[in-house]
């Protein structure tokens, strides 16, 4: 499986976040998966990507010329696909990945996570999708969802859109337990078998 992970790129952020980023890089290169993420070297997308390599594993970056430009690139990833536009950065991120793993971040994390969401609500896709709330950093966006609930802005059967969990175990729990649909043509390719 590859797992494409959203996470911030400041490197100022609290050290527990810092750690949840090295403990999802070391529990993906463990189970001999991928990382799919931004492609940068900076903040907790860096330490999700060197401790993937740490841990003998394999990193791709998908990463917008722009920002690699400015410097800001992780030129060790195994596969550095560089696009023109952050829009089809993150159409090949979503393509190139059988789960979604979101851990504290800024806007552009934010704005990862409600992008896979919204497209899963819609039935663009069905890969499951986590949210680690990190010492409670997302309860305030917690609020806003059930807000979003209550007030009938979206269908509560649509709770089951995000995993809302507290630690990266937990993830890797559910992961374990998951097995992505087979793309159409392996599943004809077994049918004729
Ligand atoms: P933010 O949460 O605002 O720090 O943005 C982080 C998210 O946006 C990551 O998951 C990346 O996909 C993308 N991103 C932001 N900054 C960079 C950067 N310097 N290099 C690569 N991707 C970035």
């Known amino acids: 499986m590859n797992i494409c992970v959203y996470c911030a790129s400041s490197d100022l952020v609290p050290e527990p976040y810092k750690a949840a980023a090295?403990?999802?890089?070391?529990?993906?290169?463990q189970r001999g998966w991928g990382l799919?993420?931004?492609?940068?070297?900076?903040?907790?997308?860096?330490?999700?990507a060197r401790q993937v390599h740490a841990e003998g594993g394999s990193v791709i970056g998908i990463i917008p010329q722009?920002?690699?430009?400015?410097?800001?690139?992780?030129?060790?990833?195994d596969e550095l696909v560089v696009t023109l536009t952050m829009r089809e950065r993150k159409r090949i991120m979503d393509e190139r990945s059988d789960a979604f793993v979101t851990l504290p971040g800024g806007f552009g994390t934010l704005e990862e996570l409600l992008e896979i969401t919204?497209?899963?609500?819609?039935?663009y896709h069905d890969k499951p999708i986590f949210l680690v709330?990190?010492?409670?950093?997302?309860?305030p966006l917690l609020a806003m969802f059930d807000q979003i609930f209550a007030q009938s802005f979206a269908?509560?059967?649509?709770?089951?859109?995000?995993?809302?969990?507290r630690s990266v175990d937990e993830v890797f729990a559910a992961l374990?337990?998951?097995?992505?649909?087979?793309?159409?043509d392996a599943a004809t390719a077994s049918d004729l078998a």
Do not use: K
């Open 22 to 29: 090295r403990a999802v890089g070391a529990g993906i290169a």
């Open 36 to 48: 799919v993420y931004g492609g940068g070297s900076v903040g907790l997308m860096g330490a999700v």
């Open 66 to 77: 722009a920002l690699l430009d400015r410097e800001v690139g992780y030129i060790d990833a």
């Open 118 to 123: 919204t497209l899963r609500q819609l039935a």
């Open 133 to 139: 709330n990190v010492d409670g950093f997302y309860d």
């Open 155 to 165: 269908h509560e059967r649509h709770r089951r859109l995000v995993t809302v969990v």
């Open 176 to 184: 374990d337990a998951y097995t992505p649909p087979l793309p159409p």
